[in-house]
């Protein structure tokens, strides 16, 4: 009989491993506590994700949902290049153009391929016991789900991961981050970035049509426009180049979304016996390599490459956390540091280690940049 694993959260991760593990003719079943899981703004796939989706049979479906971006421009504030790399550069170097989806397409594109019936919503996991079968999982209607193994896909709060850690602290990093998408078609060549001190912003195309932005900024924990984040937006950057104030204009205030962004201890434990940790419940990031996501999907085809390996799933758990913990350690620091860097204070300080950046050389940056997201960066287990 087919092993049964639960997992515990259908977000990105959650999803990607239910079609690894299904592919593999596991029993599975998604326990989702939300009953409205609907997203907005968009999302970065880089081509180390495209290629796991590849793995998956879903690259080709997320390419044809989004925007393929083949510039990677990155602006000073007073519209003056700090990089400008050729189109032909940035796919040489990626192996093909990263692709900006809307979040909500990316969910029901994994979401289509999971089996009928795989998700139950509105219904949260309250606790976790392993035993010698494999373990139980307590859940919010105050019955026991019994399976071989659990996948903690439960986001950066995972009950998953207290479970095999113990208590992980959580800590706002002190800045906020606003998302949207604009019925606007952006100049191509202009994708990528602009930062200003103490602001970062980005915009790329989704698709003909639409541009998906995002700002960041140092706020206070919690703190909310009394304005409206648009207003406050549009006035903030004004005086900033395009295509950020059309980009605004053409924003309705139902598509802004705002979060703060935090920090949560690592986890020592990604597996132990019967339980295993995936995405941002294994390893949260800050946002600003575009990597959180991606690497969600990587964990998904990795995983399911080692459970295909060995049908002893405590096993196989505990090879795909050594293996994927090197690569994603180094990827929640550099986005850590970047994060700091940028809401350096006082804010000329952020200015002139922002634009100190530039002065890495072409080449350096280029080699950096394939090991974090080229499509070769992502490698299956030998
Ligand atoms: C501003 C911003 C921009 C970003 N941009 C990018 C980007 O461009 N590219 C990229 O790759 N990444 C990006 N990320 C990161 C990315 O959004 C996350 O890494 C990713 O969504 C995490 O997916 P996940 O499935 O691991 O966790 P989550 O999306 O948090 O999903 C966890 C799921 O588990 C459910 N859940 C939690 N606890 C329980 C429980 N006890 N019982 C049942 N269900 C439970 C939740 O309801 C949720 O649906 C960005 C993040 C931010 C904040």
Redesign the pocket.
């Known amino acids: 009989m087919a092993h049964r694993i639960v997992i515990?959260?259908?977000?990105?991760?959650?999803l990607a491993t239910a079609v690894a593990l299904q592919q593999r003719d596991y029993d599975v079943s998604i326990?989702?506590?939300?009953t409205d899981?609907s997203t907005g703004a968009a999302?970065?796939i880089w081509p180390n994700a495209l290629a796991a989706l590849d793995e998956l049979g879903l690259g080709d479906a997320i390419r044809e949902a989004g925007g393929q971006i083949t510039a990677g421009a990155l602006r000073w504030r007073d519209g003056s290049w700090l990089r400008h790399p050729a189109a032909e550069t940035l796919i040489a170097t990626l192996g093909e153009p990263l692709v900006v989806v809307q979040r909500s397409s990316l969910r029901d594109i994994l979401t289509a391929a999971v089996h009928g019936g795989t998700i139950e919503y509105g219904l949260?996991?309250n606790g976790l016991r392993a035993n010698a079968d494999g373990v139980q999982v307590r859940l919010s209607d105050e019955t026991v789900r019994e399976a071989d193994a659990v996948v903690g896909?439960?986001?950066?709060?995972s009950?998953v991961a207290r479970h095999l850690n113990g208590p992980l602290a959580h800590r706002y990093a002190g800045y906020t981050?606003w998302?949207g998408i604009a019925s606007y078609a952006m100049d191509l060549e202009l994708a990528g970035g602009t930062l200003g001190p103490g602001v970062e912003t980005g915009h790329v195309p989704v698709g003909p049509d639409r541009t998906y932005w995002?700002a960041t900024e140092r706020a206070p924990e919690g703190r909310l426009a009394p304005e409206g984040e648009l207003p406050y937006l549009r006035t903030k950057l004004a005086g900033w180049p395009e295509p950020i104030p059309n980009v605004l204009a053409a924003t309705a205030p139902a598509d802004v979304l705002r979060?703060d962004?935090y920090d949560r201890a690592p986890a020592r434990h990604w597996a132990r016996g019967p339980a295993v940790l995936v995405?941002?419940?294994a390893h949260p990031m800050r946002?600003h390599l575009?990597?959180?996501?991606?690497q969600?999907i990587e964990d998904a085809a990795i995983l399911g490459a080692f459970v295909e390996r060995t049908t002893d799933l405590a096993t196989a758990f505990a090879r795909f956390a050594s293996y994927r913990r090197p690569r994603i350690a180094s990827l929640v620091r550099e986005s850590a540091l970047i994060g700091r860097v940028i809401n350096l204070r006082p804010a000329f300080l952020s200015a002139a280690a922002t634009r100190a950046s530039v002065l890495v050389p072409e080449a350096m940056f280029t080699r950096h940049l394939a090991s974090v997201a080229a499509r070769s960066a992502f490698v299956l287990p030998a």
Do not use: K, L, V
Request: negative net charge; glycine residues 28%.
């Open positions: 515990i959260g259908a977000g990105i991760a959650g326990i989702e506590e939300r899981t999302i970065s949260a996991a896909a439960d986001g950066i709060g009950m981050a998302r995002y979060n962004i995405g941002d419940a946002p575009g990597q959180g996501g991606c969600g």
